[in-house]
């Protein structure tokens, strides 16, 4: 099974308007953290946002928001007032386990949802 | 505060022959992340380094691939000989885990599209 699951290969949303960019994940581990990037077609991967497993709040970041729901696995990214500079490809990423002092971890992440912003 | 730095942007070789790609990471991260994006793919991890040691590099073809990270700082990742499908992106992240609060996030370079004919 996919461990990161991004069903929407391309979105396109209005000027202005509200854009949700789903993502389902598969862990069978508790504590995990879940990352969103945004790759333009310069192609550097720029970090948004992150949630962790045990966050009881939704993580926000300026326009930027995950509609987080455990039970369903589910790690949904939303972005209010679309702009024409948030036209890019959207990637979903997992880390699983906790994060260790002295110790990274490797991102498992999703295909990507190419979002298109129109006028 | 500089971000990852990567060179080069962009190399066109032909298959057999080697390239190198360097990797200058955020200064003070401690963690140093080689990834390979294939095109319409999201990212796949090759090898991981803590300080100077490489922790996880099971998903490093050694055959062809090599990396070293000397003195913990600076990276570069090696392939030779190259072949046709090693035709992609590679990018370069890290990250700071070396104290308190930990934040694993990973911050990414520009990457270094390859293209092998």
């Known amino acids: 099974a996919q461990k990161i699951t991004q069903t929407q290969p391309g979105m396109f949303v209005q000027e202005k308007e509200a854009v949700t960019l789903d993502c389902t994940y598969d862990t069978s581990d508790q504590s995990y953290g879940l990352f969103w990037y945004k790759q333009p077609s310069s192609g550097e991967m720029i970090f948004l946002i992150y949630q962790g497993s045990y966050d009881e709040q939704n993580a926000t970041e300026g326009r930027y928001s995950l509609n987080f729901q455990k039970a369903r696995k589910s790690a949904n990214l939303v972005i209010s007032a679309s702009q024409l500079g948030d036209s890019a490809m959207y990637f979903c990423a997992m880390r699983e386990g906790r994060v260790l002092t002295g110790g990274g971890n490797k991102l498992t992440f999703g295909t990507g949802t190419q979002l298109k912003v129109e006028l | 505060e500089a971000g990852v730095v990567q060179s080069p942007r962009y190399k066109i070789i032909e298959k057999k022959q080697p390239v190198a790609f360097w990797c200058n990471p955020i200064s003070g991260h401690n963690t140093l992340y080689w990834y390979r994006q294939n095109l319409g793919q999201g990212p796949e991890l090759l090898i991981r380094?803590?300080?100077?040691?490489?922790?996880?590099d099971s998903q490093l073809p050694k055959d062809r691939f090599s990396a070293e990270r000397l003195k913990g700082v600076d990276s570069t990742l090696k392939i030779q000989p190259a072949e046709l499908g090693d035709s992609a992106v590679y990018l370069c992240?890290?990250?700071?885990?070396?104290?308190?609060?930990?934040?694993?996030?990973?911050?990414f370079g520009p990457g270094t599209r390859l293209t092998v004919l």
């Open positions: 992240a890290s990250s700071y885990t070396a104290g308190l609060p930990v934040t694993d996030t990973q911050y």
């Open positions: 380094y803590e300080n100077e040691e490489a922790v996880d």
